[in-house]
């Protein structure tokens, strides 16, 4: 089955509240909160000090170790804190504070690079590694950490993931419409450093118009090399997984606690391949992103390029302000996101979306008994039979937990979509695998 995988839930997108929205660079901050942990892996070190003024793209936190990740200044002005601040993960992380100086230029002023098809391997991991940039689809792995798999593990093929299967983002189909160039180029960036032979471009059946640009995009480019294929994915969530996809694209299965270099294979998704075009054609470190906002509560929904740091209630008047108080606001996608307490919170690297929901939206139903009907078994993507791991996590039997496979689920929350007993199955598999990971 090379186009498709076991499982999954079909919600619905919403997507047509920004899809044919494009991308607007209209707001620069006049504040912006960095934390120096937006990435797997260690924190960044800060290397600025309170009172230290900074230009836009200037290094403020290095990263400590291979697996970490640099974090740069994304608007010129003065450092007025380095604190624990709270992040759209909930947790108080040790950000910098920058504000704006009058006078200082805020645009990033491209370096001069050389041609990146004379650059070596190890000077565009170098450049991709200085840059910070890490995943964009939500996982926000360190990308020069994905692009040096281990001896013994041979990468013959990379996939841009263009599925964006979370209903209501549109961030990575308006890039794929208006920047498939540039996303190519960063494509055959990844592929020169992995050295694969194949490049697969892997998008949705419900995209068209980005299909479209970016079978048009590979026409027109001259290649003498691994010329992209394009692949149109039945539209299924959680098709954008990582594992997914790379069943559909190639028919192969990463194994339980494995990586896709387990089977020859690197996935990026379209927003992280453009951050490589900007890192490597010019020096550009990863100082914005596109994010989708959007929601039937705020006036004018809207697909942003948004300053990393940018405080959420600064950006109130961008979108128009409310039509309706929220009842819910999520930071990523509402299948896999995370509810905010307030909107004091910045944007991250990992920021893709935020959604605001109204009170009509949201299902408050009550947790019912389970009626054993399998449905979650059948959804679970992983295989996975989610009611009899929730029960051992109630009875805190965490090893037997382990034994039914918990640490393989990774949080797609279909089992919890179509549970008719509105068993919060998702929140059990999160509190069980935190119980393990701290050793329960």
């Known amino acids: 089955m090379p186009y498709g995988f076991y499982g999954g839930v079909r919600p619905p997108a919403f997507k047509t509240l920004t899809s044919d929205k494009t991308i607007r660079k209209v707001f620069i901050p006049k504040r912006v909160v960095v934390p120096l942990s937006q990435h797997v892996g260690a924190p960044a070190e800060p290397v600025v000090a309170v009172g230290e003024s900074v230009e836009v793209g200037a290094l403020i936190g290095k990263a400590a170790g291979f697996i970490s990740s640099s974090v740069h200044a994304t608007i010129s002005g003065k450092v ?32 001069e690079a050389k041609a990146a098809s004379i650059l070596s391997k190890e000077e565009i991991l170098n450049t991709i590694k200085d840059s910070g940039l890490v995943g964009l689809g939500g996982a926000a792995f360190p990308t020069h950490v994905k692009l040096s798999p281990p001896k013994g593990k041979p990468v013959d093929s990379v996939i841009l993931n263009g599925a964006e299967c979370e209903p209501y983002l549109t961030c990575d189909y308006r890039l794929m419409i208006e920047k498939p160039n540039e996303i190519l180029k960063g494509l055959e960036v990844t592929a020169k450093v992995l050295g694969v032979k194949d490049i697969y471009i892997a998008i949705e059946d419900n995209k068209s118009l980005a299909i479209d640009a970016m079978e048009k995009a590979v026409r027109a480019m001259n290649y003498e090399q691994r010329r992209p294929k394009i692949v149109v994915l039945r539209t299924r969530y959680p ?37 490589v ?16 906002i959007t929601g039937r509560c705020i006036k004018e929904p809207v697909n942003l390029c948004v300053r990393i740091g940018t405080i959420l209630s600064d950006l109130v008047d961008v ?13 990523g996608g509402p299948m896999m996101g995370v509810a905010q307490y307030t909107m004091d919170v910045p944007l991250t690297k990992g920021t893709s979306g935020v959604i605001f929901l109204s009170k009509g939206q949201i299902d408050k139903s009550s947790e019912n008994v389970c009626i054993r009907c399998g449905k979650c078994i059948e959804v679970c993507p992983m295989g996975l039979v989610p009611t009899t791991i929730m029960y051992n996590t109630k009875k805190e039997r965490f090893a037997e937990a382990k034994g039914l496979g918990i640490m393989n689920c990774f949080e797609c929350g279909a089992c919890a979509y179509e549970c008719p007993a509105k068993i919060p199955l998702l929140d059990y598999m999160k509190f069980g695998k935190s119980k393990i990971q701290n050793g329960k």
């Open 319 to 331: 979108f128009g302000g409310f039509v309706e108080e929220p009842e819910k606001i999520i930071i």
């Open 239 to 275: 098709q954008g997984a990582e594992k997914q996809v790379i069943k559909s694209v190639l028919n192969r299965i990463v194994p339980a606690g494995g990586l896709p270099m387990d089977v020859g294979c690197v996935v990026h998704n379209a927003g992280t391949v453009f951050a």
């Open 80 to 111: 007025t804190g380095i604190s624990y601040s709270p992040t759209p993960t909930s947790a108080r992380i040790l950000s910098v504070s920058i504000q704006s100086e009058d006078g200082h230029d805020q645009e990033f002023k491209a370096k």
């Open 277 to 292: 075009y900007e890192a490597v054609y010019f020096r550009k470190p990863l100082i914005e992103r596109v994010v989708t």
